[in-house]
């Protein structure tokens, strides 16, 4: 019953928040109501046992990223922008038309469908007897899923490569072998316009 | 915890190795990188090498997520090769465009090692983080001119249409999941042939079909191709339009002969209509290009429409004939498209600054560089088919084995659109022996080095494919038997 409660509280808490985000004109408010949203979604994962889960919650999302986020914001001022129209005129018109088919058909969905609990291969006491959430985890993760677990890696190293190459200023002895080097004034690739 | 067996994997460890190496040994350099080069083909060599020598082997590995087969061998040793033409064509070309950076080689060779996992993947997890390391390095390669506005666009362009598509695709994939509780291609494909649920995989297999359709460029899902060709830089765009094909066709045969093997009959009649649409829109819309990327671009959305009328004739038949086919056509078009487009870097190093890829700048290129105007005729004769070339060979067996598949109907399109083809092709030809060009030509360096050895490669790839196709044909025959496990 407290359990119930919790989650009731916990995930309306989440939902409200969420709908914050959506609606706050400032873009810092609004991500700081993300991170509250992902707090309480935390918490719903605890009231399931899903420490490991409910930690990386808040150490990946609500920690890293939303902070880098919000750092981002914060650099790039972007509150300047928060008058200018973002919406092309007929996309208010579709979304108008498109939203409520969308939430009937959530709701037909919903009221059509027979709701039954799929058991899966574990529960509590399972769990407790593997060795808990980490071991299962990281058994599961580190031998039956190794291998896409490095390629994954390979990809966020070739993610790291192509920043530096996209962002990196070239060197100067780069500069100097272009043909523009020679002119007095030093001009930056980015505000080149060459045809390829 | 016992020790997986990396067995299966030795050609990709390597080449993860040698992409490592690269971005360790080029900070140390400064103009000159030759030594990175030199590594990056030392990699795809002993990558294609090892392939070669697992040849015969049968096994899999890492929780039956990867194997290496005959099939996956073949494919290895088609992405070396191809990784070689293109490593082999940059050097000089980077450097008339003052951006010869070490990281372009380790993200060619990564993007060759997504090409490698998705070729061999029999899990549909291990699948999709390889389609993801080759579309993120291609991301990457096609905006590596970050200082143009064509490059800008074309990675723009292929970034968004290919998360996209990576994203359809895995929306597909959780829909596979979720009906079956599996991942593994074989343990996937036994509960969908007991299962019912008929709507939901239709859906799913529209889904997985949608979204690596995008990948390889099937009309109408094609649009990004001729920009992301046209902006990228040469090589590259050469690049593209061979390995990520040929990597997307050995993901869809295995994903639908495997996966899907179920739903055949829906999905032969998608694959058919496709096929039809495909190289109809291919081949119109290169009729008027006078670009030659963007041609050589809706050239090769036609060619994905002839490989899927082969899919379409192994969903009829159930025949072989069509899926070894379907590996020597890919084989034929590595080289001759990818020797293509080596002749348009070597006209663009030549000349950087007034050379652009169209008709008009091939005008009078008999006179000018003679080589370059034969070796470009003869990728053209493959490209259209002509007896002799490898594009001969892959048109015959492929449409042969459509034939057979009791769809001569659709062969005989085929058979008429590549009619069609052979005027865009030829009148590049036209253009380079009977116009004379307009502006007096300032003399540039002759074909030598690296893209020498490059454009004889390709050269030689299309001769022999062409004129003593045995080999191969065996080649595809064996790698195609063992993947159905015969």
Partial sequence: MVEKVLFIVFAALAVGSGVGVITRSNIVHALILLIFSFVNVAAIYLLTSAFFIAVVQILVYAGAILVLFTFVVMFLNLRQYQSMEQLHPVQKWVALIMTPLVLAEFVVVALAATWTAVGGPFDRETVAAGGGNVALLGERLFNDALLPFEIASLILLVAMVGAVVLAAKEGREFMETRAWADTDEERIPEFVEEEV | ?486
């Fill in chain 2, 1 to 486: 915890m016992p020790t997986p067996d990396v067995t299966p994997i030795i050609p990709e460890l390597i080449l993860a190795v040698a992409a490592c190496l690269v971005l360790v040994v080029e900070p140390f350099l400064k103009l000159d990188k030759t030594a990175v080069v030199a590594v990056a083909l030392t990699g795809l060599l002993a990558y294609g090498a090892a392939a070669f020598a697992l040849l015969g082997q049968d096994m899999a590995g890492f929780n039956d997520m990867i194997v290496i087969n005959d099939y996956a061998i073949f494919f290895k040793v088609l992405f070396a090769a191809a990784g070689v033409m293109t490593v082999l064509m940059s050097p000089r070309y980077l450097e008339a465009h003052d951006r010869h950076l070490g990281e372009y080689y380790a993200l060619l060779l990564f993007a060759i090692l997504g090409m490698s996992v998705l070729a061999a993947a029999r899990d549909l997890m291990a699948f999709y983080v390889g389609l993801e390391l080759m579309a993120v390095s291609s991301y990457l390669l096609a905006g590596f001119f970050r200082y143009r506005l064509r490059s800008n666009e074309a990675a723009l362009k292929y970034f968004l249409t290919g998360c996209f598509a990576s994203a359809i695709t895995l929306y597909g994939i959780s829909m596979v999941y979720g009906f079956t509780g599996a991942t593994n291609y074989a343990e996937v494909g036994t509960a969908l042939a007991g299962g019912e649920n008929t709507l939901g995989v239709a859906f799913a297999t529209a889904l997985v079909f949608a979204g690596m359709g995008f990948k390889v460029s099937v009309a109408p899902f094609h649009m990004w191709t001729p920009d992301v060709y046209e902006g990228a830089p040469t090589p590259i765009a050469g690049f593209f339009s061979v390995g990520p094909k040929a990597a997307g066709f050995a993901a869809i045969l295995m994903m639908f002969l495997a996966v899907f093997e179920a739903s055949v009959d829906t999905w032969t009649v998608i694959f058919i209509a496709f096929s039809i649409f495909t190289m109809l829109v291919g081949n119109l819309f290169a009729l008027v290009q006078r670009n030659l990327k963007r041609m050589l671009a809706y050239s090769s959305i036609a060619h994905v429409g002839y490989l899927l009328a082969g899919m379409g004739a192994i969903g009829q038949s159930g025949d072989l004939l069509a899926g070894e086919a379907i590996l020597l056509y890919l084989a034929a078009y590595t080289f001759m498209n990818l020797g293509a487009f080596g002749v348009l870097a070597y006209l663009k190093t030549q000349q950087p600054v007034t050379f652009d890829y169209t008709l008009d700048d091939m005008a009078g290129l008999a006179r000018r560089s003679p080589w370059a105007a034969i070796l470009m005729s003869l990728f053209m004769f493959s490209l259209t088919g002509i007896p002799g070339t490898a594009g001969f060979i892959g048109k015959f067996y492929l449409f042969n084995a459509v034939v057979r598949a009791d769809l001569v109907w659709l062969a005989a399109i085929a058979v008429i659109f590549s009619a069609v083809s052979a005027y865009y092709y030829l009148r590049v030809m036209v253009y380079m022996f009977f116009r004379e060009s307009e502006e007096e030509f300032v003399g540039g360096e002759a074909i030598s080095g690296p893209l020498a050895a490059s454009l004889a490669l390709a050269a030689a790839g299309v001769l022999f494919i062409g004129l003593v196709p045995a080999r191969l044909v065996d080649a595809s025959a064996t790698a195609f038997q063992n993947f159905l496990g015969l």
